[in-house]
C-alpha cells in the first residue's frame, strides 16, 4: 500500500487466479500472499508475472540460441548471387 494517497496495486496471480497484491522477496522475485507460489516479474509495458521454474527455462533457453553471425565468404566474394536488379527496357518508347 502506497501511504501518500492510498493506492493498494493489486494484480491477478498466474497461479490461484485471484486478485491479490504480491509481495517482494529479492531482485525481481516475488510471492504471492495467497497461494505462496513464486514468481518473477517482468515489465514490458505492463508486469508479468512467471512462475520461477518457467522463468528460469526462459533464462537458459534465451542463452542457448545466442549465436554469432559468420559471414559466408562466397558471397563476400561476390560469387554465387547478385542482387543487383534486373530491369526491362521499356516498350512504349
Do not use: W
Amino acid at each position: 500500500m502506497n501511504e501518500k494517497n492510498n493506492i493498494i496495486n493489486v494484480s491477478m496471480c498466474p497461479g490461484c487466479h485471484k486478485l491479490t497484491s504480491m509481495k517482494h522477496m529479492k531482485g525481481n522475485k516475488y510471492f504471492c500472499k495467497l497461494c505462496k507460489q513464486n514468481f518473477k516479474q517482468y515489465k514490458n509495458g505492463k508486469l508479468i508475472y512467471i512462475p520461477l521454474h518457467i522463468a528460469d527455462a526462459i533464462e537458459r533457453t534465451k542463452e542457448q540460441l545466442k549465436f554469432e553471425f559468420e559471414a559466408d565468404i562466397q558471397l563476400d566474394m561476390g560469387t554465387g548471387i547478385s542482387f543487383e536488379p534486373e530491369a526491362e527496357d521499356d516498350l512504349d518508347n
